[in-house]
């Protein structure tokens, strides 16, 4: 029996650092990120709210399910590691 596996997505570094462009770049933290995702939706017709939300939960569980749980916040210099000394 074969199992499946994630295909590894691979992107060329000069292609990495084009895409971030500071029109869409990031926050310093997720809640900052909904926070303005928000502010956003605020701008946008009320009969469209579901749609921004709708793209908008695309993109985070996207992000989770290819996350790496081992790299936490604190080893990327964010702050320190919760529970360990």
């Known amino acids: 029996m074969t199992t ?3 295909p590894v997505v691979t992107v060329d570094a000069e292609y990495a ?4 462009h500071g029109l869409f770049s990031d926050r310093d933290t997720l809640g900052e990120a909904i926070v303005y995702v928000s502010k956003l ?8 709210h579901m ?5 908008v939960h695309v993109v985070l569980n996207t992000v ?5 749980p081992s790299v936490n916040d604190a080893e990327l210099g964010y ?3 919760v529970g360990e000394k």
Request: no cysteine; glycine share 4%; proline share 4%.
């Open 4 to 6: 499946a596996t994630k």
């Open 79 to 81: 702050g320190e590691v």
């Open 64 to 68: 989770a399910k290819h996350i790496d």
């Open 51 to 55: 749609v921004v939300w709708t793209a």
């Open 41 to 48: 939706l605020q701008t946008v017709p009320k009969e469209h």
């Open 17 to 20: 650092k084009n895409i971030y």
